[in-house]
């Protein structure tokens, strides 16, 4: 297996929700794709702008990638799915929390577990679930 790449569905708002994580993670969207843009596909009125298809790539080698849900009937959060990242230091892993948990919902605290690794869970503003995993030595 080359790579584990998390896919996100949003119900509307998947391009706030990448600018955000932009800002946090950095880099470029390698891939921006709309509605408008799929061939042949029917496009619900009022969609044409929501996302098809977005890419981020991260600095580990992982690509974030998510799109819009326009039938928003099918659309349902779940809790089933977390993005889980693993930082290089506790600085970078509390950083990281933080940046993610502005806003949304802090499930366990950041710190240090007696496992010994540091670690913490949240859920963003978005309804996105994340595990923040800090191993070091």
Not at 24 to 47: H, L, N, T, W
Not at 73 to 79: A, L, W
Request: hydrophobic fraction near 40%.
């Amino acid at each position: 297996m080359k790579a584990v790449n998390p896919y996100l569905n949003f119900p509307g708002n998947a391009e706030e929700a990448f600018n955000f994580y932009k800002a946090i993670f950095g880099g470029e969207f390698s891939m921006v794709m709309r509605m408008k843009d799929a061939q042949g596909m029917p496009v619900p009125k009022g969609q044409e702008e929501k996302i098809m298809h977005i890419a981020l790539p991260l600095s580990s080698g992982q690509v974030l990638m998510a799109s819009d849900n326009c039938n928003e009937q099918t659309f349902k959060k779940g809790n089933n799915c977390y993005v889980c990242i693993s930082a290089e230091n506790e600085k970078e892993g509390k950083t990281l929390f933080n940046a993610l948990a502005s806003g949304g919902k802090t499930e366990q605290p950041f710190a240090k577990q007696f496992w010994g690794s540091w670690f913490g869970s949240l859920v963003d503003k978005f309804g996105i679930n994340w595990m923040v995993d800090c191993t070091e030595g």
